[in-house]
């Protein structure tokens, strides 16, 4: 099994600069994940103190009795409060009390339709599992003789599945774009028409995202026969 941090044995031995250079490329594709992934995370938790902290009063704020400005407190109170709404909401009260604010909110225009596309948009990103992508398919878009890759999200329903003349029912189909997974086209199709894949919906999503350079080893045809067996056997 190799890597793409082994030396190939073919290969020219190259110079002092070359090594140095080899070296230097290959610790900036070591680095430079885990360098941005930490400065997302410490970005995201200022910001989300940034919003959260001026809202405590200054008589309980953190900071008066730590002394200093602790980076994550912010987050902790906001997480500790959305499990509270939560709890709340999920009660006979809790959905009394939201049922009577949407009555009100549905009574001024403006706010009604950004408050209701807040909410399907919310819904939408956090939904529960059963809710998630089924499975990765193949499909033949934008024509004939061209295949994209698809995640089946549900079997399509009410109007949609009764207006379309086909005879083994309707299937609605994700199709991402690349780099960037989360804009695409919702496609119907006929399920005589879908190819389900056996990789997963996590593989299929890494090789929209790297353009198909990041490939399923077990599926990839020109992986080595002997390693893709013992993937298998391991898996």
Known sequence: MTTPFDEDPNKHKVGFFGSLRSSFFTGIVVILPIALTIWLVWTLIGWVDGFVLPLVPST????????INLRGVGLIIFLIFTVLVGWIAKGLIGR???RYGES???RMPVVRSIYSGVKQIAETVFAQSERSFEKACLIEYPRRGIWAIGFISTTAKGEVADSAATTNGLVSVFVPTTPNPTSGFLLFFPKDDIIELEMSVEDAAKLVISAGLVYPNPKDPSAPAEEASKKNRAS
């Open 60 to 67: 309980i704020q953190p900071e008066k009795y730590i002394g």
């Open 104 to 106: 009100l909110v549905d």
């Open 96 to 98: 009394s009390l939201i």
